[in-house]
T-cell receptor, first 111, second 112 residues
Framework: DQQVKQNSPSLSVQEGRISILNCDYT??????FLWYKKYPAEGPTFLIS?????DKNEDGRFTVFLNKSAKHLSLHIVPSQPGDSAVYFC??????????FGSGTKLNVKP | DSGVTQTPKHLITATGQRVTLRCSPR?????VYWYQQSLDQGLQFLIQ???????AKGNILERFSAQQFPDLHSELNLSSLELGDSALYFC???????????FGPGTRLTVL
């Protein structure tokens, strides 16, 4: 039962442009959402999070948007840089009990 | 470097065998999580410990077990191994049992 879905396995954008990574979830009890970045041969690295009481959280070039009614969140990276090329996972939890991860989106930022 | 260490880095074994994966959390972190990532799949949550006690259980098979010791390191035991158990196993830690998790580099298990 996949409660968190990332329907785009890959995304390619030009350096300097915006990257938008999407994530959908099915469990309306989820109240905390995170994005992780993963390079090959390394563990995932935390990027940014958002609580369900907010609809937007910003950290530098990274912004996460949460649309609770649509059960959808997105990660915007502006401007995209070649070093952003990695696999991005979204994750969700309800009351910090169990974390469900999506299958990941591979972002390629072309110079 | 996340501060989370996992050993061994690679493990090759045969079907039916038993292995133990080890994780040392970041200094001061009380919570440890175990995840399995099969080929081209997302991370599947297996189990969480907080200060020595099991806190949450995910899709962990009965052949698998884990524990967290008084010094807060954790071990994941996988027994009666099958080919399908071949995967990357990640350990993560957090300070409070919620919030962001810091991941180790993973243990790649290959069952032949």
């Amino acid at each position: 039962d996949q409660q968190v879905k990332q329907n785009s396995p890959s995304l390619s954008v030009q350096e300097g442009r915006i990257s938008i990574l999407n994530c959908d979830y099915t469990n309306s009890m989820f109240d905390y959402f995170l994005w992780y970045k993963k390079y090959p041969a390394e563990g995932p690295t935390f990027l940014i999070s958002i609580s369900s009481i907010k609809d937007k959280n910003e950290d530098g070039r990274f912004t996460v948007f949460l649309n609770k009614s649509a059960k959808h969140l997105s990660l915007h990276i502006v401007p995209s840089q070649p070093g952003d090329s990695a696999v991005y996972f979204c994750a969700a939890s309800a009351y910090f009990n169990k974390f469900y991860f999506g299958s990941g989106t591979k972002l390629n930022v072309k110079p | 470097d996340s501060g989370v260490t996992q050993t061994p880095k690679h493990l090759i074994t045969a079907t039916g065998q038993r292995v133990t994966l080890r994780c040392s959390p970041r200094s001061g972190d009380l919570s440890v999580y175990w995840y399995q990532q099969s080929l081209d799949q997302g991370l599947q949550f297996l189990i969480q410990y907080y200060n020595g006690e099991e806190r949450a259980k995910g899709n962990i098979l009965e052949r698998f077990s884990a524990q967290q010791f008084p010094d807060l390191h954790s071990e994941l035991n996988l027994s009666s191994l099958e080919l399908g158990d071949s995967a990357l196993y990640f350990c993560a830690s957090s300070d409070r049992g919620f919030g962001e998790q810091f991941f180790g580099p993973g243990t790649r298990l290959t069952v032949l």
